[in-house]
């Protein structure tokens, strides 16, 4: 019903910047939340931001004032923009919809931080 796409994944050097998109397709509504995900190897998947249907924002503490995450409802599409980005940053990111009470992942989108 619902397919979720991750772009924007790439390698980058410590302190650049990135910023991924996440677009969703077919029967999109009622959302109440979407988000950020970000699994490292070796690591469980970890929370990274959130934002809610009325634009209010979460972040986890490590990524706070360093990542900013937005949507535009519009084109169902989800962002974040990463900057300053660290090493430990490095994962691969999946964006989170949840429509009319259903979760719905996407396939996640590479980021490499490294010199």
């Known amino acids: 019903q619902v397919q979720l796409v991750e772009s924007g994944g790439d390698l980058v050097q410590p302190g650049g910047s990135l910023r991924l998109s996440c677009a969703a397709s077919?029967?999109?509504?009622?959302?109440?939340?979407m988000g950020w995900y970000r699994q490292a190897p070796g690591k469980e998947r970890e929370w990274v931001a959130s934002i809610s249907n009325v634009g209010s924002t979460n972040y986890a503490g490590s990524v706070k004032g360093r990542f900013t995450i937005s949507k535009d409802n519009a084109k169902n599409t989800l962002y974040l923009q990463m900057n300053s980005l660290k090493a430990e940053d490095t994962g691969v990111y999946h964006c989170r919809f949840v429509v009319a009470g259903v979760n719905y992942w996407g396939q996640g989108t590479q980021v490499t931080v490294s010199s």
């Open positions: 077919g029967s999109v509504f009622s959302i109440a939340v």
